[in-house]
Each structure stands twice: as structure tokens, then as C-alpha cells.
């Protein structure tokens, strides 16, 4: 919802930048992400050399895809990275090498991602990571001030469990309540989807995930019934409001979710970065941007690109979502941390002071492989009910298995 209001927010700056002329001192700009309205804007109003024309797609990589007429300059959003997609961005090592961008600025596991063959066809821009959320009072049970892993979560919540004539009142936390979550676990398994034809995984280690989940729920809150009775009395309100009044412990989501819930709100709140074995899985979701083969505007193009990735602009853009109340439905740059190291280690903690002490370490980010670029229907149709459906048991027996989940998917929507 609230994202729909901040892309309706934004249709005048769009429709602004839309009304100049094309040609070689005009790029065409595509992106899902509506913020890039207002990156462009402040690009056209800071010098009057070039000028940007943004473009709002839902899916802007399978635009790509079928557009073949007026194709964009540069596209910016998810999804880009995969095989059908990346053929259409042409390589921007040549701004390393005349030192107008700096590979050490950037986090070098992300950047690494939008290196195909060698060469650098893909810039990150931003990132996000789940934090799991509980109530400021509750921050003396954590002694780690950066991260919390699975163990330390079953411990304190059940600890925290309470319970009234067999029934729950109170309960720490419980992988079942969220799909997302259960996603979050098979990645930290190993499980490893990624793209082939279309999507390969690791099965025994989601397996192994799931049969955890179903254990941890079993042990630490008496069973799957106990979990859905109390979902179904107290989950009338949001999980962020439950665990600041203390219904429950915890909750998890992405940081770009926590740093736009009410200002009140998160001040009662506190966070630790989900993460097991020394990782941090970034979402899926991580935003990239590449300059498109086939622009007619490829002067203005470069001049964006090299404009956007400094830490002094990022820090202007910052400046200017803070001052157009932008930073209460868009986390960050680009809907997330930016990719650029100094500005998320520096310039983010004045922005949002909750980061003070808690910016997670750097060798702890792992960034998701590449994945389809329509890997979120993939996602939301097939993967999240098929983890739903088996960390509801002990075994995989009568599980509508993933395979043929997925079989039978693609054989309706090829």
C-alpha cells in the first residue's frame, strides 16, 4: 500500500521529466523503483548539460525484454542480473578505468555480483537485510549488539513463552508465522536457489531447513496447534505493534520495512541483523543499475551514472528525502542501503541515528545468487506455499512436492 501511494506521489516529477526532447543529451531512465523520479529531477536541476526522462515499470527487466523500438539508456531496478536480461547492458569498465567511479567505494561482494565474464556490466545501487525486531525494554537479553542467530532466538523465546490453563498468552516467537521467515531459514541452510531452467535448488538442505522449522515449533512452543491458536486470538494486530507491547518477543522482517514503520513506533523498538554461521543474507530484492546497448543518449547516460554512484550526491538525495518527508515510505537509496560503503557507514547513521552501533560488519553480507528475473511470482505462487505446507510436519510425506509444484506452474504459465 504504502508503496503505491509513494509511486502516486511521484507521477508529477515523472510526468515533469518526460516533456524534454530526446536525443544524444537526453537518457531515457527506466526503473521500478519510483524514487529514480526524483534522482533524476535533482540531476536535471543541479547542471543543464544533459537531461533525464524517467520512466516507471512494474517489471522494467521483462520490458526490456520486449521492447524493441525506443529502448532506454539505462534501466535501474530488481531482476536484472539474470540470464535474459543482463545481453542488453553494455560493459562500464571504462569508468573504473578513467577513475571516474572507485571499485573499493563499493561493497565488493554486490559489485562483484554485476561482474559477467570478466567484465563489469551491473552497479549496484542498493541492498536490504532482515533484522529480527522486539521491544527496546528487551535489549539487556541480547548481548550481541550486531546480530542474533536461530539458537539464541529458540532459547529466549521460549523463555519468554507464558502460558494460562495450558494456553499461550505470551510467545517468544515462532518460525511459523511468517513464510518469509521459513524462506529466510532455507537460505541459511544452504539451500541455494537459483536461476537454471528456470530454478535449481539444494533439496536436502531445504529439507533440513524445514525439518528444522517444524522442530524448533515443536520444542519451543508445543506444536503447530498451540502456534495457530495463538496466531488466530492475538494476530488481529501487526507482528512490529505485538512485540513492542510485549506479546511476543520477536518478529522478523526487512530493513527496509523497519526504517519506515512510524518514527513512535520504532522508537520503542530495537533490532539485531539476522544471521547464522557468520552471514547476513541480503533479499532477493537488491536493486542494480546498467546502461543499455542500444540508448541513443549515451553521453547523458555516463553522466548520470557518474553524477548518482558519489558519495556527496547520495548524500544531497538523502538530504532532500528527508526534507520532502520521502524517508517515512522510502528507506534509504534506492528503496535500501546504498551500495556505496562510505555512504552506508558514514552518511546513513545521521540519517537514521537507530544505525548507531548496529551497521552490520561487511564480510557478513552475502548477497542471493542470481536468480529468474521472474523469480517473485515464482516465489509468491509456488516456493512460500510449498514451505508453508511442509514446515507444518514432521516429514515430507503427502507434501505436495516442489518439483511438481513448479512442474505444474510452468506447464499453465509458459
Known sequence: MRRSIFIL????????????????????????????????????????????????????????????????????????????????????????????????????????????????????????????????????????????????????????????????????????????????????????????????????????????????TRETNSGIQAVDDFTFKYFYDPPAKLAASGRILFTCMDSDYFFTIGEDQRNNLDFRWLAERNTIPLTESSVYIGLSKKGRGKKAADAFLRWFFNADTQRYLLEQSRQNRMMEISFGIGGGFSALRPVTEQVFPLFYPGLLGHMPPEDFLSPANILPSNWMTLKERVILPYLHDRARQETNDGVYQLERRLADWLRVNR
Open 9 to 216: 506521489f511521484v507521477y508529477a516529477s515523472i510526468n515533469a521529466l518526460a516533456c524534454s526532447p530526446g536525443g544524444s543529451r537526453t537518457a531515457i531512465l527506466w526503473s521500478d523503483r519510483a524514487e529514480f523520479a526524483f534522482y533524476g529531477e535533482y540531476f536535471n536541476t543541479v547542471q543543464d548539460q544533459y537531461k533525464i526522462e524517467m520512466r516507471y515499470y512494474e517489471f522494467p527487466a521483462q520490458r526490456l525484454r520486449e521492447n524493441g523500438t525506443y529502448p532506454p539508456d539505462i534501466v535501474a531496478g530488481n531482476w536484472l542480473k539474470s540470464a535474459s536480461t543482463r545481453v542488453y547492458f553494455r560493459p562500464l569498465d571504462r569508468h573504473f578505468r578513467k577513475n571516474a567511479l572507485q571499485k573499493s567505494a563499493f561493497f565488493s561482494r554486490l559489485l562483484a555480483m554485476g561482474n559477467i565474464d570478466g567484465k563489469q556490466y551491473l552497479l549496484p545501487v542498493s541492498f536490504n537485510a532482515p533484522v529480527v525486531i522486539f521491544a527496546r525494554d528487551r535489549g539487556s537479553l541480547l548481548p550481541n549488539p550486531f546480530t542474533i542467530g536461530f539458537e539464541e532466538m529458540q532459547k529466549l523465546g521460549k523463555d519468554y513463552n507464558a502460558e494460562t490453563s495450558g494456553i499461550y498468552t505470551r510467545m517468544g516467537f515462532s518460525p511459523g508465522w511468517d513464510n518469509e521467515f521459513l524462506f529466510l531459514s532455507a537460505t541459511l541452510f544452504n539451500t541455494s536457489f537459483r536461476e537454471a531452467d528456470p530454478l535449481a535448488w539444494d533439496s536436502s538442505a531445504l529439507e533440513s531447513a524445514m525439518r528444522f522449522a517444524w522442530e524448533w
